[in-house]
Structure formats: C-alpha cells, structure tokens
C-alpha cells in the first residue's frame, strides 16, 4: 500500500515544505521512530484502530499519518493547519482511499472530542507552541477519548507525572493525574528531528481514569490551584486568601496552614475544591 509514497525527504522536496517556527513545528524523518511512537500506543489502546478513530494533531509532511495508517488504523482524522501540507496530506488519501480525513483548521478551534466514531485515541508530535493549551482542551472533554498519546518538550511531560514535594509538580499535574493514568514512554532526542530543537523531548502515555481521582467540580478545583501555586512559595495560610478562607480550605483537607501548594496531593486539592462548592 505504502509503495506509491516517496521517502518523507523527498516529499519535503517536492512541496519546498520547512519547518515554520511559527506554527511550532519540528519535522520527524526516522520511520523506525515514527512506527514505535505509533505501536507503543497502539499497543496500549488497540480498540480505535480497529473500530473507533485516531486523530492526529499538526501531521506536517505525514510521518505520524503514514506511521497511524500502516499500523491498521480503519479510520484516520488529522487536523493541519498549514496550508503548505495539504498537496502531500492528498497524496496520502490516495494511497490510503476511504481511511483519510483531513481537516484544514486550527486545532485550538476543533472540537476533537467529537470526531469520527469512539472510541477515538489521539496520537500526534504536537506543536510546541500550543501543546500544553491543546492538552488542557482535552482534558475537560477527557471521557470522549480513549486515550491520549502526545510528544512534548521533556520539561512539560515530566509536569505531567511529577509527584507532589518535586519542583515540576503543579497545575497541570494536578489537573492530568486527577482525570488519567499518566506515563512517559520514552525520551527523544533533538537530533531525531528536522530542525533539532534546542530541547530533549519526550512521548507521554494518557489513559483517562473510569472516574476522577476524587469527586470535584473542575472549575472549582482550577480555581483553587490558580490560588496555591501563582504564589507557589508563600503558604496556604496565605496563598488561599485569594478563593476562600485558608483555615476552612486546609481543614477540609487535613493538610497544615502552614504547607506550600507543592506539598499537597491531588485529593487532598479536591477536598479544598468540594468546601468551595457548599
């Protein structure tokens, strides 16, 4: 199926296609990688390639797209913004007839959760630039997917499993570990890519929880975490004046005045987020 396709090189050629730091991209060319990134999630979460749909942020010249679709997937719906992609994205449809859509929009206006057929996965090497904000989109729709597997710099997928009490543990820890199952697969180098960012990066593994980590209203408990860690260093006594009375808060939680937001766990957050409620 794939024999009509050139090498990604030559495509790159073909279309004078360069990676536009404006749009945050970074191109992938090694198809050993782009196959593992694609069988590591589809090992994890087989059932959208089989049945359901997998959606592809930012493909760019298609080594992810190509990778999704040589693993099997039935049904392929990647959203590019770049008009450059286009030409070479058609080619793909191509060779893969009836398996590929593509949407020429903006990611941060399309409503994932309601693409194609669940259960619906999303795999993609996601734009630096509007990745965490891509993710947070995500999350508050988190039950329509059946999981998430997404490239980020390293810095922001270690936030995403920092434990409490470590230095990268924060908002968006708090916030991915109470909805998912959070796992970094593996490091990638900038050399593996096309510019080499100046950054090591890194394929983080979500699978959403049946149910939250403990019961809180999300707006809610993003309230609460804006307050604790915008003043991350001073102590809850003084950090949650800002959302409510600090000796209630902390008291709902069991935890000490005393303690800095870093210090406090997600259920314990969400204790905080169901006394703001009542």
């Given at each position: ?10 495509v790159i050629?073909?279309?004078?296609l ?12 090694d ?40 693993n ?9 913004k ?6 070479l994205l ?5 060779a893969?007839?009836?398996?590929l859509t ?7 206006k399309?409503q994932?959760?309601?693409?194609g057929?669940?259960?619906?996965s ?14 947070t ?7 329509s ?6 490239m ?7 936030r995403?499993?920092?434990q ?8 968006l ?12 697969l ?12 100046k ?7 979500l699978?959403p929880?049946?149910?939250?980590l ?12 804006a307050a604790a860690f ?7 006594r003084s ?8 000796e ?10 005393s303690?800095r ?5 997600v ?7 169901r006394?703001?409620?009542?």
């Open positions: 199926m794939t024999a009509s396709l050139p090498p990604l090189k030559e050629a073909k279309y004078s360069s990676a536009k730091k404006t749009l945050g991209q970074n191109f992938i060319l198809t050993n990688l782009l196959d593992k990134i694609v069988r590591s999630a589809k090992q994890r979460d087989p059932d959208p390639f089989k049945k359901g749909t997998v959606i592809e942020v930012g493909p760019g010249p298609g080594g992810v797209t190509r990778a999704i679709l040589e099997g997937a039935k049904h392929l719906t990647v959203i590019e770049d008009e450059r992609c286009l030409g058609q080619d793909i449809q191509e893969y007839p009836q398996r593509v949407l020429n929009e903006d990611a941060l399309v994932a959760e309601q693409l057929s669940a259960p619906r999303v795999i993609a090497n996601l734009p630096y630039n509007v990745g965490t904000l891509l993710l989109g995500w999350l508050k729709n988190i039950n997917f059946s999981s998430l597997t997404l980020f710099q390293k810095e922001v997928a270690k995403l499993v920092a409490p009490k470590t230095p990268e543990y924060g908002r820890s708090i916030l991915t570990q109470w909805l998912c199952e959070a796992e970094i593996f490091t990638v180098p900038p050399s593996c890519f096309t510019p080499p960012p950054v090591t990066s890194a394929v983080v593994f699978k929880r049946s149910k939250p403990a019961d809180a209203r999300i707006d809610l408990l993003e309230k609460i975490t915008n003043q991350r260093r001073k102590m809850l950090s949650l004046k800002s959302v409510g009375n600090p209630e808060l902390c008291a709902a939680a069991n935890v000490p005045l303690a937001a870093e210090e406090i766990s259920k314990d957050f969400c204790a905080m987020a006394l703001l409620e009542k």
